[in-house]
Nanobody, 115 residues
Framework: QVQLVESGGGLVQAGGSLRLSCVVSGNIYRIQDMGWYRQAPEKQRELVARITSGGTTNYADSVKGRFTISRDNAKKTVYVQMNSLQPEDTAVYYC?????????WGQGTQVTVSS
């Protein structure tokens, strides 16, 4: 069974930083894309950042220049460094991976940015 466990969320003041981590465990041979999504109250879940197995990244326009996604394949871990956080970044952040046509999600971690 594949599990994704996120950590690193919390409460931070505007302008601050957080680093989220997501560790993948279970019987999984090769992870293709790894990414982070977020969902704010009463809003749809949206892509924040994604990184392919080859290291190609893409970001939501709203986080470009502030967030950086990275991955450690040996540790089956994906990170997102979030700088210059703003109140509009407040959401539950979810880790997501794809592998051989399957999609897996983490349980989510809350990020709250106070003004």
């Amino acid at each position: 069974q594949v599990q994704l466990v996120e950590s690193g969320g919390g409460l931070v003041q505007a302008g601050g930083s957080l680093r989220l981590s997501c560790v993948v465990s279970g019987n999984i041979y090769r992870i293709q894309d790894m990414g982070w999504y977020r969902q704010a109250p009463e809003k749809q879940r949206e892509l924040v950042a994604r990184i392919t197995s080859g290291g190609t990244t893409n970001y939501a326009d709203s986080v470009k220049g502030r967030f950086t996604i990275s991955r450690d394949n040996a540790k089956k871990t994906v990170y997102v460094q979030m700088n210059s956080l703003q109140p509009e970044d407040t959401a539950v952040y979810y880790c997501h991976i794809t592998t051989w046509g399957y999609n897996y999600w983490g349980q989510g971690t809350q990020v709250t940015v106070s003004s």
